[in-house]
Structures are given as C-alpha cells and as structure tokens.
C-alpha cells in the first residue's frame, strides 16, 4: 500500500512539473504562436485568447494577450486596424520574415532544446 502511495504521488508531482513546464512554454512562445497563426489570417486579441484555450488548454489573461499584441506592434512585426468595433492584427512584411527565419531553423532549435534537455553524466 504504502509503495502505491509513493507511486500515485510520483505521478500526481509528474503531471504537475509537466503541466507547469507546458504553461511556461506556451507563455515564453507566445509571441511566436501568435504570429505563426497570424500567417493563416488576421486576429483580434479576443481570437487570439481562444486560440490559445483552444489548441494548447491554456487560459491566459487578456491583460498579457494584449500586452504582447502591443509589444508585437511597437516592434513592427504585427500591425492593428480598427475593423468595426474591434481591432484586429495582422503580420508585418517583418514579421512574416522573422516567422520565416524561425520555422527554416525549426531543426536548430529543436536541436538546441534536445541539449538543454539532455542528461549530464559528469564524472
């Protein structure tokens, strides 16, 4: 019983590291989730918010969707036009070729992930 226990309590600290470290992803990426879907179309911070829901099961706050929207904005890379009673973005040309550099070095960056996360044997 007590090696059950210990089991179901490894498992339960798993699937909180993992859920933890899915959030911290999804967050630190934003940005480039956002204008990998901007490519597919324009979005208003609304569609971007359920877009994320949606996909990777993660609610983030309006206050940090718009926040990056602005950002993304004051460095070029999206722009917002006012459509009705909403805004909505769209990509730069300098945000389709910074999404472009990205994805053409998607295997280096795998790469890179697959080092941080690899094990250390020192001796």
């Not at 950002?71 to 999206?78: F, G, M, Q, T, Y």
Request: include cysteine.
């Amino acid at each position: 019983m007590v090696a059950l226990t210990i089991m179901l309590s490894s498992e339960k600290l798993e699937g909180k590291i993992l859920k933890k470290m899915h959030e911290r992803i999804i967050k630190n990426f934003m940005d480039i989730i956002i204008m990998t879907e901007l490519r597919n179309g324009s979005l208003s911070g609304y569609d971007c918010i359920s877009y994320i829901h949606n996909k990777y099961n993660l609610l983030v706050s309006s206050g940090t969707v718009y926040s990056l929207l602005y950002s993304l904005e004051r460095n070029d890379l999206i722009e917002g036009v006012w459509e009705e009673r909403k805004r909505v973005y769209k990509l730069t040309q300098k945000g389709e070729k910074s999404i472009n550099t990205l994805l053409e070095a998607s295997d280096k960056i795998k790469g890179f992930m697959a080092n941080i996360l690899k094990t250390q044997n020192t001796p």
